[in-house]
């Protein structure tokens, strides 16, 4: 079998080059071939795809450990190009990320519930943007749960009120018996 000149360790497939660099060049020298195809196949991974769902959740199950291991194998090869991701996501998207660090730490807690940002923009208002325990405007409110997360509190909406950073810090962890809740609504 003859080796390629691209890269001589794999087998030489047209021109040659390896099945992977052939493709490459073939694809390069049509480049109008796949618009044209897809405009004229719109729905040809819709259609491919639709109903597969429950195929693809018990082979994602079957090898589940395998894909973990390739996932980290990425990640630590391109660590750089990750972390740049994740600072543009992160930058765009404030409040999700916001989000996602509220539950995260509910979850180590081993807190029950999660909250939407609907939800939390709906508790907001409720509160006339206020704090619930001062009744000031802030510019920024944070989410004060009234049962503590780290005392079996729940992360649901029915134990999150709005507070500002001094009343929140304030709190800490203590239970809403020894509370300053003038305004608390619940």
Known sequence: MKQA???????????????????????????DYSRAWHAAHPDYWGARYAGREEYYRTRYAANKGRIAIQQQAYRLANREKEAA?????????????????????ARKFGAIGSITSDQWASIKATYAWRCAYCGKMPALLTQDHVIPLALGGSHTPANIVPACLSCNSRKGNRPPTRLPSKRLLL
């Open 5 to 31: 000149t691209c890269h001589p360790e794999r087998a030489h497939h047209s021109k040659g080059l390896c099945k992977v660099c052939a493709s490459a060049a073939w694809w390069a020298a049509h480049p």
């Open 85 to 105: 991701t994740r600072r543009t996501w992160c930058a765009a998207n404030p409040e999700r990320q916001l989000g996602y660090n509220r539950l995260r730490r």
